[in-house]
């Protein structure tokens, strides 16, 4: 093929003015049916083979019209699982849509500013750094925190422990003796973050958690005692604000104290929980947060962006850019201005996109005052929702919401317990009105409710007892 040709076909990827209203007419009439739909679609969709039918539209050497395309998707990825923003999703730790996070989306990828590298996206970079400095004052850190925005909470621990083991200096033999200290509550990504941290043969002190699912101090400091004395060396803490089990959030004031006796790093996961703090009554649960050197928060749950936005707070900026700070001969030399730190330099990733604008905008078109009603209404919204469980056949409550999950069983009149939760979640699954998940607390299986999705407000509630009430009765017939 001649050059020409080779461009004149090169060509079909940069559509022009025309064809590009076009394009983005179809994908705009599409995401409005999203948003106009999102109050009666189901929250969940139980198909056989779901999405399987992706594989049967192979990639061609031509392309296919629009129309064709987005029905395609529309069948096979939009309708099959979980909804992405329904009011009724009350499973895991809820997502969220809205407008303003997904046009920021949008803007950054299509105007595709490197937000990796001051140089070369200044003001990208700056945009990310606002937005953790603010996130660090809302939180109560203080001035000359910085972090990272990376693609969610999982990436968010490896950069903070990344950064205390920095602070520590171990030495390769050194590892057999550190001390990691977590409860059983904690997510599974802090101990995945020490192993691809290099830090997998750490000792896991997996802490017992009290009636409340909260990490007993008592046991934290026989366990860091005990470890002092075998010569062994403390070196992380890690409590949960906010369990994705049950919500419950760790005694943080006083881990923060135990964490100062004892010269160890407190690394607090906040995936969920953390930005509860920007309404008064979250700031009340989640006393001492604050005092963590790291801690992690994601957006893409506690501030209702799209997935793929994570945050980590660290008030500690040498080890932090000692772990992940690089120069190299194709880079301009870093600027001295360490309040403008380039992305790159606290973390793994290197071309990164401007993901910030998906909470840069709303912010900026809203403000914040939405931002802490919606969290406050959430966790009133939960105790709301506890209140009214009260009322439901064969309730057995587990775990009271502490921020807004709650875990509970629906008792049967006889029969294995277990077995019945599985029934109502089966039942509640091929209904699809609410969507609910499950864990095991002890040694019981549980039905977890979790009050995050940004649409969730009273009437979802409401209808989530009304499903879980029929669910009972049809569990019960069966
Ligand atoms: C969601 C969550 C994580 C993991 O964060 P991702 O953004 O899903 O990677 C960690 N800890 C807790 C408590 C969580 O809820």
Not at 27 to 41: D, K, L, T
Request: with cysteine; charged share 20%.
């Amino acid at each position: 093929m001649d050059l020409e040709t080779l461009e004149h076909i090169a060509r079909q990827l940069d559509p022009d003015a025309p064809q590009r209203a076009s394009l983005a007419s179809y994908v705009m009439e599409y995401a409005e049916r999203h948003w106009s739909g999102v109050e009666g679609a189901l929250a969940f969709v139980q198909q056989s083979h779901p999405g399987a039918g992706l594989a049967e539209h192979a990639f061609r050497e031509e392309g296919r019209p629009i129309s064709e395309v987005l029905s395609i998707l529309e069948r096979e990825v939009d309708t099959p699982g979980a909804h992405g923003g329904s009011g009724r999703h009350f499973a895991f730790i809820p997502p969220s849509t809205q407008i303003a996070g997904a046009l920021g989306d949008y803007l950054a990828a299509s105007t595709n500013k490197y937000a990796g590298y001051f140089f070369a996206g200044p003001g990208a970079v700056r945009m990310e750094n606002l937005l953790l400095h603010w996130m660090a004052r809302e939180l109560g850190f203080p001035q000359g925190t910085h972090g990272n925005l990376p693609a969610g909470g999982s990436l968010a621990h490896i950069i903070g422990i990344c950064a205390a083991r920095e602070a520590a200096g171990f030495k390769a033999a050194d590892t057999p003796k550190i001390c990691v200290y977590l409860s059983d509550q904690a997510h599974h990504c802090i101990a995945k973050a020490l192993r691809v941290a290099g830090l997998g043969e750490a000792r896991l002190r997996v802490i017992a958690s009290d009636d409340h699912f909260r990490m007993r101090m008592d046991r934290l400091q026989a366990a860091i005692q005990q470890d002092v004395a075998a010569g062994n060396r403390p070196w992380l803490l890690a409590p949960t604000a906010g369990t994705t089990n049950s919500g419950a959030v760790d005694p943080l004031e006083e881990c923060a104290h135990i964490a100062a006796r004892y010269g160890l790093w407190m690394h607090t996961d906040g995936a969920y929980g953390a930005f509860f703090a920007l309404c008064e009554e979250g700031k009340q649960r989640l006393v001492g947060q604050h005092q963590s050197d790291s801690l992690v928060a994601d957006p893409h749950k506690g501030l209702f962006c799209p997935f793929g936005i994570g945050a980590v707070l660290v008030k500690h900026l040498d080890p932090l850019r000692r772990a992940h700070a690089y120069a190299a001969d194709y880079l301009p030399t870093p600027p001295d201005d360490l309040n403008e730190l380039s992305p790159t330099e606290s973390t793994l990733e290197f071309s990164k996109h401007a993901r910030a604008l998906r909470l840069w905008l709303p912010l900026m078109l809203f403000g914040v005052s939405p931002f802490r009603a919606a969290l406050e209404e959430k966790l009133r919204l939960a105790q709301y929702a506890w209140e009214k469980l009260q009322s439901l056949k064969g309730f057995d409550p587990v775990a009271a919401p502490q921020l807004s999950v709650m875990a509970f069983r629906l008792l049967p009149p006889s029969g294995d317990p277990d077995a019945f939760q599985q029934d109502l979640l089966a039942n509640l699954y091929r209904e699809g009105r609410v969507f609910l998940s499950s864990t095991r607390l002890g040694d019981r299986l549980c039905l977890r409710l979790a009050v995050l999705a940004l649409r969730t407000h009273r009437e979802h509630v409401d209808e989530a007892i009304d499903c879980l009430a029929r669910a009972y009765k049809q569990a019960i017939t069966n």
